[in-house]
């Protein structure tokens, strides 16, 4: 695909954000002062600050109360000069069976393996959960600066938006890994790049190449590849990789160690040639393949292992983006290393 952006399609980026580990009761007040700063920071008033305090306070309460643990990320999600809080709340715990009835109002969580989370549906602009027994727990929210109208509330994976959330190495302040999303014509396109290293300048080759694929005029993963490739020159350089679903097609081109996979009724693997963009790397060539309606498409750095399988994981691929890749990240970004995993809901594709 070929041609000028249509400066109305939405872009975002989800910022890095900060993960918080909630392993102690006086860890709620942490996370819950930095979610209301942070809503203040993003032009949220006083009130619906306090309201997502009060959902990110109750998911840590959780946490600690039946989990022993978890993590919560918050992180910023950036469309079109909008800007969005977006929490994730991830443990490894009992889990539930019935995550609707545990968000309905009246359920205590005192009395139950499950959330509690009247106020969830109620205050977020989306949300959405994926839970198993013996699997633990992963929750989304998004606010905006207004609270949703009675009636609108709905999941986040109603909007089949593709998203992905990074994590930095234990010692270091900044991710070297970045992503991007991008829509174009009905194209959706994602990037992720492993900057070589850790660290400042690792972050600063893998914002190189977000800033590029987001300025670059709508093009297919090649072209789009080429002009990250160019843009790396003069930093570090990065492993990179793109793909691209337009209806029943996916595209797919990469320069190193990003790996993917499409999950649907088997799991496919996305491999891309050994190289580091911005310096010396093979021809970029571009790989197709089928997809249909329903399956997801991830793509991730070295931080993860490459055996990424969610046939283990019931209804996962129904779930939104955001819950897709936290679950991804709790239970498969094992090694030492800044990580970063994007899931590309297939969405208006024919069905098998």
Known sequence: ???????????????????????HPS?????????????????????????????????????????????????????????????????????????????????SSRGTLGIGLGTLPRLAGSWDAWSAPGAGTVVSAAFDARRPVAGDER?????????????????QQVCGDAFAVRLDDGASSVLVADGLGHGPLAAAASQAAVRAFRAAPAAGPAILLERVHRALAGTRGAAVAVVQQIGSTLRH??????????????????????????????????TTHAVSEGDVVTLYSDGLTDRVNLVDYPGLLLRSATVVAGVIMRDFAVRRDDACVVVLPVRGAARP
Request: glycine share 14%.
């Open 253 to 286: 081109a990469g320069i190193g160690n990003i790996a993917g996979a499409i999950h649907g009724t088997r799991t496919r693997s996305l491999l891309s040639p050994p190289g580091i963009g911005g310096s010396r790397s093979p021809a970029i060539t571009e």
């Open 155 to 171: 999941p986040a994976s109603t909007a089949g938006a593709p998203s992905g959330i990074t994590r930095a190495m234990t010692g």
């Open 1 to 23: 695909m070929t041609g000028v952006v249509d400066p109305d399609e939405p872009r975002s980026v989800l910022e890095s954000g900060a993960w918080y580990t909630v392993d």
């Open 27 to 107: 860890a709620v007040g942490r996370v819950r002062r930095a979610a209301v700063t942070t809503a203040i920071r993003l032009g949220h008033d006083e009130s619906r600050a306090a309201e997502v305090g009060l959902v990110v306070s109750e998911l840590a309460t959780n946490q600690t109360r039946h989990a022993g643990s978890g993590r919560m990320l918050l992180a910023v999600d950036r469309t079109d000069g909008c800007a969005r809080l977006t929490v994730l709340a991830v443990d490894s715990g009992p889990g539930m069976r019935d995550v609707a009835a545990a968000m309905r109002d009246g359920v």
